[in-house]
């Protein structure tokens, strides 16, 4: 719950940002034209974000919306002009850069003049702000990207960009210029620096299932000591460092103390964190260790249980067919020593006699099937599919026959499989298409094809069909949708086949409209060149 909640937080953030963006990069324009100070001036007496550098933002918000919303409605021209915008700030940023180098033309000027009243200074853009812009642009061309690398890369940029913005701010917390100007007179405003972090972090939250956030977002327990570390990693040495100074500033102490007090209560508070951490970490691996031992015991005790009853399944329906057959061989005996003896109440009751020890006959039969199909299965081998369906429709020739259905199949492939028991499936399959067909012959074809690393096989009949609601049930054993006297068998059979293909590593479902047919599907996995390599070894 906590990974969902924590995700759906960032994405809802991610959302507001381009908006946020946008608009105060246009606020701050507006301060510009309406020769407002305090919408392009966060504190006075510091650098101020430049006319150039808020149009530069807005451009940033416009375009994070435009490729936010590709997989919308008119996602395609969002796209392009998602594309188009982060071109502009490349093309701008550039400029600007190599505008350092010495050449003359100054775009920031285009805006507002230098000599205007209220924006001395202020109208030209710092290199650190042209590179952040030009990180940015780049990581909203490879951000949306499916390729990991470009993914990566992306992320990289965004962090590179935060971590000159984190900067720069921590530069402006204790007034040392060098960490907010880098070596040159124009440093970046402190706006643009908290604009940048948030823009950054809005990025990353976009995707916090990929990259940097998917630890931080993840639900175990290194997702949960990352979100519970970082902001004190990040936020405590920040607000530490900013109150020693002013404590300096006021002249309560020298700086060496300031220092020593520093490092002393950092050291203080993070060997705690790493032993709360490490006690965290300790008892979740003792609560982990817990859970496993009683899942093995549990899994040891299910293990033991199926055992048990595999064994009991086998050994009562063995048990149970000699004295069935002794009933049933002694009802024949009366029923032909009797006959002229037997009234025709008398015929009817032994009739039905044998058919109730045939029925209990073939249901011992279909569960000693049934117990079987572990204990003497066969190992798994190259298997012809072609070769299993002919073998299938050779054991249901007479039903074919006589129902007059018409079978076609698609080319087959090889499979890996244990042939015996993929030849049942296709049997029952096949036979269940005969024997619930309608007024009409019926009509079954089988195909396969490949879907990723498994092979898709269906087969398709013109039958009664299935309601929606029996899907599940058709599977379970014993269970029936028809009457003994309107379907004969035992309810065994697509148990059976779920049983054997997903002890082959497949899965087997149906679809179908009541009256008008059914589809069986199962997967089977394919028969690779490595698999077919080590058989031949």
Known sequence: MEQVDSRRVLLSFSRVVPGLVTVIGGLVLLGYWLNVAFLFRLVPNVKAMSPLTAVLFILTGLAFECLRRRQTSGG??????????????????????????????????????????????????????????????????????????????????????????LVTAIGYSYRV????????????????????????????AAEPQRGVLELITSRTAGGTIVRRLLPVAILFPWALGALLLMGETAGLYQRDLAVSIFAAVTIVVFTFLIFWTARHLYTADLARGQAQEQLQRASADLQRSNTDLKQFAYVASHDLLEPLR???????????????????????????????????????HDLLAYARLETQARSFEATDCEQVLKAALANLKIAIEESRAAITHAPLPTVRADAVQLTQVFQNLIGNAIKFRGRDPPRIEIAAEQRGCEWLFKVCDNG?????????????????????????????????????????????????????????????????????ASATV
């Open 76 to 165: 395609k021209l969002c796209r392009t002009l998602g594309y188009t915008l982060a071109v502009s700030l490349i093309a701008v940023a550039l400029f600007k850069l190599v505008n350092y180098l010495g050449l003359p033309f100054h775009v920031d000027r285009v805006l507002v003049s230098g000599s205007s009243s209220g924006t001395q200074g202020v109208n030209e853009m710092a290199p650190t702000t042209a590179l952040n812009f030009l990180f940015c642009a780049l990581a909203l061309f490879l951000f949306e990207s499916p390729d990991p690398s470009k993914f990566i890369s992306a992320q990289m940029l965004i962090l590179a960009a935060g971590l000159i913005s």
């Open 177 to 204: 210029l060098p960490l907010y100007s880098v070596g040159r007179p124009m440093p970046m405003a402190l706006e643009m620096a908290l604009l940048f972090m948030l823009f950054c972090i809005g990025l990353l």
């Open 326 to 364: 002794m009933v049933t061989s002694y009802l024949e005996l009366l029923r032909k020593r009797n006959r002229t003896q037997l009234d025709e109440q008398g015929r009817e009751f032994m009739a039905l006699a044998l058919d109730g020890a045939k029925r209990m006959r073939d249901l011992i």
């Open 464 to 532: 009664i069909g299935i309601d929606p609601a029996q899907f599940d049930r058709i599977f379970v054993i014993f269970q029936r949708l028809h009457t003994r006297t309107e379907y004969a068998g035992t309810g065994m059979g697509l148990a059976i086949c779920k049983r054997i293909i997903e002890r082959h590593g497949g899965r087997i479902w149906v679809e179908s409209v009541p009256g008008k047919g059914a589809v069986f599907f199962f997967t089977l996995p394919m028969w690779t060149e490595a698999l077919r």
